[in-house]
């Protein structure tokens, strides 16, 4: 009997990340499924839903987005466990509280660090395995937010704005390796991440979008190759715009 190939894998670092599952169940059809968060014990809902979706298998592993020194290791151990490695989808953060975060210099670099030096911890050995494998897509999510930091939310947009800056240098880094990265650039998403902020009575920023619209945007620009999308794709030239807005304007715009 000829022997059964093995699944291609898709990682999921933060497994319980509204955006992230949604994605992925995008992706799962007969794909080996790789969940990367604390308490990997307890994604029996998103285990589900990601079979449900015709995944193959699914697996859980721990993982903790502030735990920098074994995300290195961690990574080998999954692309030996489990590779080759298809996609790794990193969706982990925090938005944390801006007013907090102003004076509170601790909270600041809690968003600080799980929000971009975290990422780059993840990011940094996901690019060595793929390039060693020579196959194979990072998908990072940045955020309208870091394009042009607001004074609403300065903490988490500067984060997004380094972000966006590794990822593009990330993805050229990797240019003919045979791996690629995709960066997406969502808007206001209205769903968990968001819901304090909104019962706080915060509204919703136009042409705001909510995890599966964002999934289903990422899941086209990935199955079509492509190194970037925005979500929606009317924020892309809007934005161009806004950089030129004076100072004095732009920073008495809301969130």
């Known amino acids: 009997m000829a022997p059964t190939s093995t699944p291609a894998t898709i990682v999921l670092f933060g497994g319980r990340s509204e955006i992230g599952i949604a994605l992925t169940r995008k992706l799962a059809d007969g794909r080996q499924i790789v969940l990367a968060a604390r308490r990997p014990d307890d994604l029996e809902t998103e285990t589900a839903q990601l079979l449900a979706a015709g995944a193959a298998t699914v697996h859980t592993v721990a ?3 502030d735990d920098t020194d074994s995300h290195p ?3 080998r151990d ?3 466990r489990f590779g080759p490695i298809e996609a790794a989808i990193v969706a982990f953060g925090i938005l944390g ?3 907090r975060a102003e004076t509170d210099t601790a909270h600041a670099l809690q968003i600080a660090h799980t929000d971009y030096l975290a990422q780059i911890s993840v990011l940094t050995p996901l690019a060595q ?5 020579g196959s194979g897509t990072i998908i990072v999510f940045s955020s309208v937010a870091g394009i042009r930091v607001r004074r609403a939310n300065y903490v988490y947009g ?3 704005a380094g972000l966006d800056g590794f990822a593009n240098g990330l993805a050229d880094a990797l240019h003919g390796t ?4 995709l960066l997406a650039r969502p808007g206001f998403v209205v769903g968990e991440m968001t819901k304090d902020l909104m019962a706080g009575g915060v509204k919703p920023a136009p042409f705001s979008v909510d995890a599966e619209r964002v999934a289903d945007d990422v899941a086209r620009a990935y199955r079509r190759g492509r190194g970037e999308v925005w979500i929606p794709a009317v924020l892309r030239p809007l934005f161009i715009g806004m950089r030129l807005l004076p100072r004095a304007v732009w920073r008495r715009l809301p969130r």
Not at 129 to 133: D, E, K, T, Y
């Open 158 to 160: 500067s984060t997004k």
């Open 63 to 65: 993982f903790d987005a």
């Open 97 to 99: 509280d801006q007013t």
């Open 78 to 80: 999954i692309a030996d």
């Open 178 to 181: 045979g791996a690629r990265l």
């Open 129 to 133: 395995v793929l390039r060693a494998q």
């Open 73 to 75: 290791r961690l990574v």
